[in-house]
């Protein structure tokens, strides 16, 4: 069963826009959510990430909404470019856990001119 | 650093044919986990280990198997392959249970045939 639950599944966005990418999650016990960004032919890579004792993380152009009772928790990339275009992945991972990160399916973004 | 080493980076066999997929970082991570990456589902986990020696069951484990005999080395066996296990597979790793940023190998594009 899905645990995190990732919206849309595509993008398009203009360059210069706001690409907005939202994630659900139910497990009560994740206590660490990161975002990860994978371009083609690559792994992913930690983007950024942000524990539930705070409601929003910003570094440079991406940031992170966390809102602890409606379990859910966004990704906003300001100014798009269009080498922001790649799959975005949201994750969550449970308290004392190094290992199991639990992601959801993904989303296409892409940035046009 | 070399970070997270992934070979093969691309492998066909066929049907019923064994191999080893191999998974080495040189960051004296405590964790390291192999996902499963399908289109449209998003990373899957499959094994993981907590260290030397310790290993366990992720979401899909089955017909997959693991040993660590060493912190470094973090090795993937298909027994026998079969089509269904058609898949791009990604190696990471983690410090430990609080410093969760996972960092990921180039992943290895498995195709059975």
């Known amino acids: 069963q899905q645990q995190v639950k990732q919206s849309p599944q595509s993008l398009i966005v203009q360059k210069g826009g706001i690409s907005i990418i939202n994630c659900a999650y139910e497990n009560t016990a994740f206590d660490y959510f990161p975002w990860y960004q994978q371009f083609p032919g690559k792994g992913p890579a930690l983007l950024i990430a942000i524990r539930p004792d705070v409601s929003e993380k910003k570094e440079g152009r991406f940031t992170i909404s966390f809102n602890k009772s409606a379990k859910q928790f966004s990704l906003h990339i300001m100014d798009s470019q269009p080498g922001d275009s790649a799959t975005y992945f949201c994750?969550?991972?449970?308290?004392?856990?190094?290992?199991?990160?639990?992601f959801g399916k993904g989303t296409s973004l892409l940035v046009t001119p | 650093n070399a970070g997270v080493t992934q070979t093969p980076k691309f492998q066909v066999l066929k049907t019923g044919q064994s191999m080893t997929l191999q998974c080495a970082q040189d960051?004296?991570?405590?964790?390291m986990s192999w996902y499963r990456q399908d289109p449209g589902m998003g990373l899957r986990l499959i094994h993981y280990s907590v260290g030397a020696g310790i290993t366990d069951q992720g979401e899909v484990p089955n017909g997959y198997n693991v040993s660590r005999s060493t912190t470094e080395d973090f090795p993937l066996r298909l027994l026998s392959a079969a089509p269904s296990q058609t898949s791009v597979y990604f190696c990471?790793?983690?410090?430990?249970?609080?410093?969760?940023?996972?960092?990921f190998g180039q992943g290895t594009r498995l195709t059975v045939v």
């Open positions: 990471a790793s983690s410090y430990s249970r609080t410093e969760k940023e996972a960092f």
């Open positions: 994750a969550a991972s449970p308290l004392n856990s190094g290992y199991a990160l639990n």
């Open positions: 960051m004296n991570h405590e964790y």
